[in-house]
C-alpha cells in the first residue's frame, strides 16, 4: 500500500484518475482539522468500520489470508482473546484520506467482480460517513473461495486412521 495523506493518487501505466469500473468513489469537503480543533482517527478504528463494513456484504464468506485466518481460529478459542474483525484488513489513515487494502475468501458461485464492487462500495460509504475520510482506494485479493461441503481448519479434525 503506498502512503496517502492529503493528495490524489497518481495514476500510473493503465490508471487514470477519471471514473472506472475499479475506480472508487470519494467525497470531499468533510474537514476533520477545522478552526476548533483537530480531530484524529486512529488506524484501528477505520480497520474495524472497514472489517464490518467488508462482513455485511453478502458472499464474503471470511477475511484474512490462510495463516492469519488459522491464527484468528485460534484466538477466538482462548478465553477473553481479542475481536477478530480487522483480520484481513490493513489500512493507511492521513488527515483526511483513508487507503485500504482486503483480503477475502468468496463464496462459490458469487460474481467475484460483482462482489468487489459491492464491497468497495460498502466500504467507501462507511468510512465517509463515521468518519469523514476521503477513501482513495480500497484494493481487494480474493486469496481462497469456499466450496459447499469444505471443511473449516478451526473444526474438529477428523479420527485418524491408525491409533
Known sequence: ??????DKKTPTAGESNGPSTGAVATRSGTDLAG????????????????GMATRE????????????????????RIGGSTSTVTQ????????RQAAIDLDVV????VSIPDLA?????????????LCGLEVTEVN????????????????????????
Open 1 to 6: 500500500m503506498t502512503a496517502q495523506t492529503n
Open 140 to 163: 481487494i485479493t480474493v486469496g481462497d473461495i469456499h466450496l459447499p461441503g469444505d471443511q473449516e481448519s478451526n473444526e474438529a479434525p477428523e479420527q485418524p486412521r491408525v491409533q
Open 106 to 109: 468468496v463464496e462459490y458461485g
Open 57 to 76: 456484504v453478502r458472499g464474503v464468506y471470511a477475511m484474512g489470508a490462510g495463516i492469519s485466518r488459522a491464527f484468528g481460529a485460534v484466538r477466538e
Open 35 to 50: 478552526s476548533g480543533g483537530r480531530t484524529v482517527i486512529a488506524d484501528a478504528v477505520v480497520a474495524k468500520i472497514v
Open 117 to 129: 464492487a459491492g464491497i468497495r462500495r460498502n466500504v467507501v460509504g462507511a468510512v465517509e460517513k
Open 88 to 95: 484481513g484488513v490493513a489500512v493507511e489513515v492521513g488527515e
